[in-house]
């Protein structure tokens, strides 16, 4: 079975400054794919950035970058230049090779201005 | 653009009542999944369908059944609702293979009294 830990439940962040949201996983499959989604308080979820595991490069999309690791099973997520519009729930997700998605338990964050 | 759609956005039921969540996509996906969403939980799986008829037990389908008659829609089934049913639940789909993503409908608040 496929687990995926998020170990911060809530943070916060300035206007501006830079913030990175950690992720681990554990699976037993060399293929597979890796997600962040943002809940804003609209409930809707969005798609933030994705990774395939067998791609070395980390994934970027604007001011959002991640830092995969993969022997460590670590996939945490940078949002560069705060904006009040980050506020959000943010989920890690994982994919397994049967495109079933597993998600954390997600991580509050607060931009204050 | 892409659309997940839920039939109701806030549903109160009473103890007891049978309850239907229902979903339907507009992408001509494969997959749909019926998520719940619980603070401090995350999005927990209750049930996954890969095609019309077919579907398979996630994490969490005590209490749950579904049905998926026709590709573009997905019912969930509270067979007797109960208090401890009470959340947050999600729909989404995808398609099927590697590259692909979560698209998610807006949820539906169930308040069981």
């Known amino acids: 079975a496929q687990t995926v830990t998020q170990s911060q439940p809530e943070m916060s962040v300035q206007e501006a400054e830079t913030v990175t949201l950690s992720c681990t996983y554990d699976t037993s499959e060399n293929n597979y794919y890796l997600f962040w989604y943002k809940q804003p308080p609209s409930r809707q979820m969005i798609l933030v950035i994705r990774q395939e595991a067998y791609k070395q490069q980390n994934a970027t999309e604007n001011r959002f970058s991640v830092n995969f690791q993969k022997a460590a099973k670590s996939f945490s997520l940078k949002i560069s230049d705060s904006q009040l519009g980050d506020t959000a729930m943010y989920f890690c997700?994982?994919?397994?090779?049967?495109?079933?998605?597993?998600f954390g338990s997600g991580t509050k964050l607060n931009v204050k201005p | 653009d892409v659309k997940v759609t839920q039939s109701s956005r806030y549903l109160v039921k009473r103890t007891g009542e049978k309850v239907f969540l229902e979903c339907v996509q507009d992408?001509?996906?494969?997959?749909m999944f019926w998520y719940r969403q619980d603070p401090g939980l995350g999005l927990r799986l209750i049930y996954f369908?890969?095609?019309?008829?077919?579907?398979e037990k996630g994490d969490i389908p005590e209490g749950y059944s579904v049905s998926r008659e026709k590709k573009e829609r997905f019912s969930l089934i509270l067979e007797s609702a109960s208090t401890n049913q009470t959340s947050m639940y999600l729909c989404?789909?995808?398609?099927?293979?590697?590259?692909?993503?979560?698209?998610f409908g807006q949820g539906t608040r169930l308040t069981v009294v």
């Open positions: 997700a994982f994919m397994n090779n049967f495109n079933k998605f597993y």
């Open positions: 992408m001509d996906h494969e997959n």
């Open positions: 989404a789909s995808s398609l099927l293979g590697a590259n692909t993503e979560a698209f």
């Open positions: 369908s890969y095609d019309v008829k077919m579907k």
